[in-house]
């Protein structure tokens, strides 16, 4: 364990800043655009779905495991891209002022 944290000292350093810069960024902004940054950043899981593809296309074709949770994290990261912009979507129909 101690190999590993020497070994990976700067990266810990890095994931413990991002997670101080994430909480000083989230708390700055006002309640009401919570959902909408919210919705917004499921698009981000597109990560996800790229990481998924890439897993499935260097699993071997006898490990089961491996293409049946690729494919599953695939179908969920992307009705999570695309539920957020549609929640999105519908959240800023609800500002344009109607006809």
Not at 8 to 17: A, H, K, P, T
Not at 29 to 45: D, E, F, Q, R
Not at 73 to 90: E, K, P, S
């Amino acid at each position: 364990m101690l190999n590993f944290i020497s070994a990976n000292q700067q990266i810990i350093y890095i994931v413990i800043l991002m997670i101080f810069v994430g909480i000083e960024v989230i708390g700055r902004v006002p309640s009401v655009l919570h959902t909408p940054l919210m919705s917004g950043a499921n698009a981000i899981h597109g990560v996800v779905v790229i990481g998924a593809i890439i897993i499935m296309g260097q699993a071997e074709s006898d490990n089961y495991l491996a293409l049946i949770l690729g494919f599953i994290a695939v179908v969920v990261g992307t009705l999570n891209v695309v539920g957020g912009f549609v929640v999105t979507d519908r959240m800023l129909e609800m500002f344009k002022k109607k006809k």
